[in-house]
């Protein structure tokens, strides 16, 4: 076993911080503690791709180990686990002292390792999840897929017809995922979905229930008031409380864990991985406590990893490594290919009929349009826990995306930052906007002039309205929407159509794809070019886009197929 040096070790860390994550360290009159274990397996990551890898690695004996950077999220009978959208606090976000989320009120708080990291890049910031279960807790829950030639538009080499007969269903089962049932829809909370199936009949379009991974009984069960009201009333993005969310800590990782097998191990971060002696990896963790102070230094020598970090993560890890030397046979492929998911938020403001508030949700209606292989362009409707009818809807929509970011290491710092063109998007700009713009137009188009002026001059009294009520839930502060929702208000009664597109405000996304891609980085099965024994299991495998679809089935899918190429030829020979 290779034995790191005290100094190694905290250089290694030092860079990998520099570009990862902010993490404290214990006082110098306190040494930080050091232990070293081996493993078998070792997955770095507890999000789809990681939970996927340690659940089949589990069904073939594989005993393994499971490094997550956040902490777990039981569900509380009480149903607080999560924070209110609107009320955030240090839960909210992952080691900073306010909330990273968009249109989130302002406050400011201890760091915690919390829901959420903003990784800001050059042209384009990511959102990722810090939690056991990863961004499954926080995402929209939504499950789409591509059809089959849009899908060979992104990777041709991939049998399209074995996914859709084994992967992708297999994955669907394991995890539950459903449409939103008719007595649902027919509630009061969901009369801003409805508006939206409303909205594209008179526009000549098709909407469509869409896939979530979701428990509706548990739905139901809020809206008759045996459950803590949250998904149906808007809250979803920051948790839901009710446990209503099958997410993978408690779909496929409480399956991995069940089995006495594999060990998850929270609040540690991987801090970077190196070759060790043997053909073996050597992998520097840093375990902490909830305020991201580091308590123990652990080297551990595995025979195999699993790269389940994400992309943003795995990129990083991965980039790091080859430039420093630590995984001196990484292609230059690593870390190039990445992309958006052509994801764009636009804001619908003085809609004309009632939107509700709050809005029941989650995202459960959408309108897709395939007919374009190569410019595909999904519209949906995201409902918002809003206070109560500010006539406003939240549309996501996905378009069309280049693979054409990047991952950057800067030697000087040690970080790894991601670099995007505004212009590598400019398919999705244009075409999820002219979606949304069909629907306003089919309700009597632009908002009049007059209207305009008006809701111009109101936004002030919106704002003193919204912020007194939020106030006094908050316990006194009178600003929750200042820079938030009044600030959108503002903007779209100034905007043509009362549209503004937050990407333009902010440019973010919550669907990073790519940086270790399927031929490219990777063979066609996630195994690292260069490194017997080194995996990728997430969204990195791909480039990019996934054909204007929320990207988790397609990446649930690909996973899948990888894990069953690997466990039939790996397991046992190569570890």
């Known amino acids: 076993m ?55 690695l589990a069904e073939a004996g594989v005993r393994t180990l499971v490094l997550e950077r956040g902490k777990r999220w039981p569900i509380t009978p009480a149903g607080d686990t999560f924070p209110p959208f609107l009320q955030p606090d240090r839960r909210s976000s992952y080691l900073t ?51 089959a030639a849009t899908f060979a538009e992104i990777l041709p080499a991939v049998d399209y017809d074995e996914l859709d007969a084994v992967h992708y269903p297999r994955a669907a089962k394991r995890v539950g995922i459903g449409t939103v049932p008719d007595d649902v829809l ?37 809206l008759a008031g045996k459950a803590v009201p949250s998904v149906t009333r808007g809250e979803y993005f920051s948790g839901v409380n009710s446990g209503a969310r099958n997410s993978m800590d408690r779909t496929y990782l409480a399956d991995a864990e069940r089995s ?13 991985i190196a070759t060790a ?60 290919n990445w992309g958006n998911n052509g994801d764009r938020i636009l804001v619908r403001a003085l809609v004309p009929d009632p939107t509700g508030g709050p809005q029941g949700g989650p995202m459960a209606a959408g309108i897709r349009d395939q007919s374009d292989p190569r410019n595909p362009v999904t519209l949906t409707f995201g409902p918002a826990p ?23 290491y800067d030697s000087a710092t040690g970080a790894v930052t991601l670099h995007w063109p505004a212009d590598g998007d400019a398919a999705a700009q244009t075409s999820v906007k002219a979606m949304l713009l069909k629907l306003v137009e089919a309700d009597a188009g632009a908002v009049p002039p007059l209207l305009t002026d008006v809701l111009s001059g109101v936004t002030g009294a919106v704002e003193q309205v919204v912020g007194g009520l939020l106030g006094g839930l908050t316990g006194g502060a009178t600003a929750p929407l200042t820079g938030g929702v009044d600030r959108i208000l503002g903007i779209a009664s100034k905007a043509p159509s009362g549209v503004v597109d937050l990407g333009d405000l902010d440019p973010v996304t919550w669907h990073p794809l790519g940086g270790a891609t399927l ?19 997430d969204a990195s495998l791909i480039p990019g886009t996934t054909g204007a679809c929320n990207p988790t089935w397609t990446i649930a899918a690909l996973a899948e197929r990888c894990l069953d190429d690997v466990v039939a030829k790996d397991v046992g020979g190569v570890f």
């Open 97 to 147: 002292p306010s909330p990273v989320f968009p249109l989130q009120p302002p406050v400011l708080y201890k760091p915690y390792t919390g829901l959420f990291e903003k990784v800001v890049g050059q042209g384009m910031s990511v959102l990722c999840g810090a939690a056991v279960g990863g961004s499954t807790l926080l995402y929209a829950g939504v499950w789409i897929r591509p059809d």
């Open 186 to 222: 027919a509630s009061p909370n969901y009369v801003g979905t409805r508006l939206f199936f409303d909205q594209a009949r008179r526009a000549g379009l098709t909407a469509e229930r869409l896939p979530n991974a979701l428990n509706w009984d548990i739905a139901r069960a809020e």
């Open 519 to 537: 031929g490219a980085a990777c063979d066609m099965f996630g195994r690292v070019d260069g490194h017997r024994g080194l995996y990728v299991t």
């Open 277 to 336: 002696a043997g053909g073996r990896y050597r992998i520097d963790v840093e375990r902490t406590d909830t305020d991201g102070v580091v308590q123990e230094l652990i080297t551990i020598i595995a025979d195999a990893v699993f790269l389940g970090a994400g992309s943003t993560g795995t990129s990083r890890l991965l980039v790091a490594a080859r430039e420093t030397g630590a995984l001196p046979g990484l292609n230059d492929q690593v870390g190039r």
């Open 260 to 272: 006495g097998l594999v060990e998850v191990a929270p609040l540690h971060r991987v801090a970077g």
């Open 2 to 56: 290779t034995i790191l040096s005290r100094r190694t070790f905290l250089s290694a860390t030092a860079v990998a911080a520099a570009g990862i994550g902010l993490v404290g360290t214990a006082s110098a009159a306190t040494p930080v503690p050091r232990s070293e274990r081996s493993a078998r397996a070792v997955v770095i990551g507890s999000g789809v791709g990681g939970s996927i890898a340690a659940a089949r």
């Open 386 to 408: 809003l206070p109560f009818d500010l006539r406003l809807m939240a549309m996501p929509g996905f378009g069309a995306c280049e693979p054409v970011g990047d991952f950057r």
